[in-house]
C-alpha cells in the first residue's frame, strides 16, 4: 500500500513538473524583452572579470532556488522582520555573488520593466556561469514566475554533503529528477570550493574501525587533513572541488574513480552500478557528460512554482 501511496505522489509530482516544462518556452520574451540575454550575460561577464568565483556561485544558487519550492527565485528574498529567509538557512550562508543578479535585473528592468522575472535571470545566469568556463551553452527555456514565500528552516530539504546514494536518490526523485540526472548534476561540482564542515566526517572520526574513509587516495586524505586539522579554528578552510576548480570540465568524473572526491555524496555515486556505469562514462567523454549535463539542467531548471514578477529580486512586491 505504502509502494502504491509513494507511486502516486511521485506520478503527480512528474505531472506538475512536465506541466511546468510545457509551460516555458524559448522564445518567451521574444517580443517583450528582445535584448535580455545580451544583459544578463553582460552583467554576468562583468562580474566574472573580477571574482572568478562567481561561476560556481551562480551555478549553487540557481540548484538552491530549484530544489526548495521550484525555480522562482526564492533563495534571492532577503529575511524580513519574524521571517528567515532561504538565504540565512544554513546550507546557503556560505552562497554568494547575490549582487550579480541584482545587477542583471537592473539592467534588464530598464529595458522592460515589469516584464522578466527573477527566476529567469538566474536560470540564464547559472548557463552563462557554465558556458563562460569553458562548459557547454544551451537555450534557456523561458516564463518562470518570481515566488513570495521563502523560509529558512526549508532549505532542510536540499541534498547534503554527507548524503548516502539512497538518501540522494530519493531526494532527486521527489523533484522528478532520475540517477542519470543525479549524476550529471553531480559534476556541477567541477567548480567551486568547499569549506572542511562539509567533508570533516570523512578525514577524521570516520568510522568505529577508521578515522579516515577508506575510500579515500591515502595521500589526498592527507592533504585534506592538512588544511582541515580536527580542531580547524580557520574560519574560511577548505578545498577546491576539483583540480581545475574555475574551469568546466569532466576532471571531477577523473578525480572520483581515483579516490579523490571531497564530499561523501560524491563518493555515493560509485556505490551502485548504474551510478558508477555513469561518472566512468562522464570520466571517459568530456562530451558526453556535457549533453547528459546541458538535459539534467534544462529538466532542474523548468521546476517552478512562482506567482508574480518581481521588481525587485530582493523583495516581493
Known amino acids: 500500500m505504502a509502494t502504491i501511496a509513494y507511486s502516486l505522489v511521485s506520478a503527480l509530482l512528474m505531472l506538475s513538473i512536465s506541466s511546468s516544462v510545457g509551460s516555458l518556452s524559448l522564445n518567451f520574451y521574444d517580443d517583450t524583452c528582445p535584448h535580455l540575454e545580451y544583459a544578463v550575460t553582460s552583467a554576468v561577464k562583468k562580474a566574472i572579470s573580477n571574482d572568478k568565483t562567481v561561476p560556481a556561485a551562480l551555478l549553487r544558487m540557481h540548484f538552491h532556488d530549484c530544489f526548495i519550492r ?62 563562460l568556463s569553458g562548459g557547454p551553452s544551451w537555450e534557456v527555456p523561458k516564463g518562470r ?30 523533484r522528478g529528477l532520475s540517477l542519470k540526472d543525479l549524476v550529471a548534476l553531480s559534476g556541477g561540482h567541477t567548480l567551486g570550493f568547499a569549506h572542511c564542515s562539509s567533508f570533516q566526517n570523512r578525514i577524521h572520526n570516520f568510522n ?6 577508506p575510500t ?21 578552510a577548505g578545498t577546491s572541488l ?10 571531477y568524473y577523473k578525480l572520483l574513480l581515483q579516490g579523490k572526491s571531497i564530499f561523501s555524496s560524491d563518493q555515493a555515486l560509485l556505490t551502485t552500478p548504474k551510478t558508477k556505469a555513469l561518472v566512468s562514462k562522464y570520466a571517459t567523454s568530456k562530451q558526453e557528460f556535457e549533453k547528459a549535463f546541458v538535459e539534467s539542467m534544462i529538466k532542474m531548471s523548468s521546476i517552478n512554482g512562482g506567482q508574480e514578477i518581481r521588481h525587485n529580486c530582493k523583495v516581493v512586491n
Open 70 to 131: 521550484g525555480c522562482d527565485g526564492s533563495v534571492l528574498l532577503e529575511s524580513k522582520g519574524k521571517n528567515k529567509a532561504e538565504k540565512d538557512g544554513p546550507p546557503n550562508i556560505s552562497l554568494h555573488a547575490f549582487y550579480v543578479i541584482d545587477n542583471a535585473k537592473k539592467a534588464v528592468e530598464a529595458l522592460c520593466p515589469g516584464v522578466v522575472s527573477c527566476a529567469d535571470i538566474l536560470a540564464i545566469a547559472a548557463r552563462d556561469a557554465v558556458a
Open 145 to 174: 514566475k518570481d515566488g513570495r514565500i521563502s523560509k529558512a528552516n526549508e532549505t532542510r530539504q536540499l541534498p547534503a554533503p554527507t548524503f548516502n546514494i539512497s538518501l540522494l536518490q530519493q531526494n532527486f526523485a521527489q
Open 208 to 213: 568505529a574501525s577508521h578515522d579516515i574513509d
Open 216 to 236: 579515500l587516495h591515502t595521500s589526498f586524505a592527507a592533504s585534506l587533513r592538512s588544511v582541515c586539522p580536527a580542531h580547524n579554528k580557520v574560519r574560511n
Open 242 to 251: 576539483d583540480s581545475t576548480t574555475t574551469t568546466f570540465d569532466n576532471a
